[in-house]
């Protein structure tokens, strides 16, 4: 029995690490100056909410692909030139609940996915490192752009979001 808790833990513990990587992405697209949706790194290169949409749109895909029972339609255009912030963050928001929902099934059910990855916890992992990947650009994008985001602004809602345990974020005491 104590070994059904800890993995029910471990997998606890890694859902929350892909809720806090979304809720980091939510809050750089809640920090963003006016205008910076628009905004590239270079000439030919993806706006900042081009970005966000591929994100939205590259969970999706893995999702139709390794656990379709799970997907919802996939959004027409994988570079969106969607440049609603509220809209941004409610299509990350449910592709990242998508993403929750479709890992943590497959783990508690032992099925595996169906066309990448050797067990579900690795879509998390890639899905992470994916994300972290366009984080940083997004980033260089607005400093390219002329609008980088402060530190003093940006740390609390991306670096923070890993550092504050649980118990204390739920509390509301970040």
Known sequence: MRTDAS???LLEALLDSWDRNNAILVNLLRALPDQALQ???TERGPSVGELFNHIHYV???FISEDAPEFAPPLPEEEWSGERDPDRI???LNNSARTVREAVKSRVETGQE???HYDH?????QHMIWHEGYHHGQIKL???MAGRPLDDEKAGPVTWNVWMVKTRRRRAGSE
């Open 39 to 41: 905004a590239r790194a």
């Open 141 to 143: 994008a607005l400093k």
């Open 89 to 91: 963050a409610e299509m």
């Open 59 to 61: 969970r999706l895909v």
């Open 113 to 115: 996915m169906n066309l």
């Open 7 to 9: 993995k029910d833990a």
């Open 120 to 124: 579900p916890i690795l879509l998390l």
